[in-house]
């Protein structure tokens, strides 16, 4: 994806758009899905894991950077 739209994506992100969103979930699902399986070595579990990553950055949007990757959130972002 181009840095601007991929910038554009990720500032409507931000702001809470369901789109960008699942547009952003799309664009990493498998990546993240086989990075964590190569961890957790159960499908399962690697599933899981996905869904509560990606919840996780859903709810903490507003803490992130939008002028950085999706792949390098601000360090607020993942502190729970």
Request: aromatic letters at 18%; one cysteine or more.
């Given at each position: 994806?181009?840095?601007?739209?991929?910038?554009?994506?990720?500032?409507?992100?931000?702001?809470?758009?369901?789109?960008?969103?699942?547009?952003?979930?799309?664009?990493?699902?498998?990546?993240?899905?086989?990075?964590?399986?190569?961890?957790?070595?159960?499908?399962?579990?690697?599933?899981?894991?996905?869904?509560?990553?990606?919840?996780?950055?859903?709810r903490g949007r507003a803490?992130?950077?939008?002028?950085?990757?999706?792949?390098?959130?601000?360090?607020?972002?993942?502190?729970?």
């Open positions: 994806m181009p840095d601007e739209l991929d910038r554009e994506l990720l500032r409507r992100f931000v702001q809470g758009d369901q789109d960008a969103f699942e547009s952003l979930f799309r664009q990493f699902e498998s990546e993240v899905y086989h990075w964590i399986l190569r961890i957790v070595r159960n499908a399962s579990s690697a599933e899981d894991i996905l869904i509560e990553t990606f919840w996780r950055a859903y803490g992130f950077d939008s002028s950085r990757s999706f792949g390098c959130p601000s360090p607020k972002l993942w502190e729970y």
